[in-house]
């Protein structure tokens, strides 16, 4: 496996489920991001993870909990849903603050029920 | 007002044409800018990386950034149907994790 990859690629939840997104980076990086990509809505950060510390939180619903058990690997934890969180919620990781090193996972296509 | 503007289309040209893709911003802190390229079902890829005012040009891509007027742009020159895509513009202040990025214009270059 090579870059940024992203598991499952497609979700379908039921507002009362509990799931978990999954990311893994083998580019050697040491910071972290999810992204919440919606329909004609511009990227909107929700978590970075720098170090395997949480460096932002992006006023981001308790419903999504992130947690990053190292540095390459990433999770979004989701429960009680609603509706409005159906997004492609895409996953990063840079070296440190280096804007040009930020590659893209393919993401995870969620839609809630 | 939106940090980040950017029309988000559908721009629809023909093969061989010059593409003008353009953002404006609204906080000169500002000073590290981007382009990424977005096909259909992918994540964004980094198609141009700027820092502060100035032109760069990669093969047929040329970033243009006027930090006087806040403003950003991407040309790409004899473009391809390859090229069909959505564009992103993006940015970030010094110091941060924190990218702000543009809606994206859908592009479509008809062959």
């Known amino acids: 496996e090579t870059g940024v990859t992203q598991t499952p690629r497609h979700l379908v939840m039921g507002m009362t489920n509990k799931k978990s997104l999954k990311c893994e980076q083998h580019?050697?990086?040491?910071?972290m991001y999810w992204y919440k990509q919606s329909a004609k809505k511009p990227l909107e950060l929700m978590f970075v993870y720098s170090l395997e510390e949480r460096v932002e939180n992006n006023s981001v619903p308790s419903r999504f909990s992130p947690e990053c058990p190292n540095s390459s690997h990433l999770f979004l934890h989701l429960h009680t849903l609603q509706p409005e969180d159906s997004a492609l919620y895409l996953c990063?990781?840079?070296?440190?603050?280096?804007?040009?090193?930020?590659?893209f996972g393919p993401g995870t296509r969620l839609l809630v029920l | 007002q939106k940090e980040v503007e950017q029309d988000p289309g559908p721009l629809s040209v023909p093969e061989g044409a010059i593409v003008s893709l353009n953002c404006t911003y609204s906080?000169?802190?500002?000073?590290?800018f981007m382009w990424y390229r977005q096909y259909s079902r992918k994540g964004p890829e980094l198609l141009m990386y700027?820092?502060?005012?100035g032109n760069k040009e990669d093969g047929r891509f040329t970033a243009q950034v006027d930090k006087s007027s806040k403003y950003i742009s991407l040309f790409i020159r004899d473009s391809q149907p390859s090229d069909s895509a959505t564009y992103l513009c993006a940015m970030t202040p010094p110091g941060g994790f924190k990218t702000i990025f543009g809606a994206g214009t859908r592009l479509f270059v008809k062959a």
């Open positions: 700027t820092y502060s005012s």
């Open positions: 580019l050697g990086h040491n910071a």
């Open positions: 906080n000169s802190a500002f000073q590290y």
């Open positions: 990063a990781s840079s070296q440190g603050q280096d804007q040009e090193t930020q590659y």
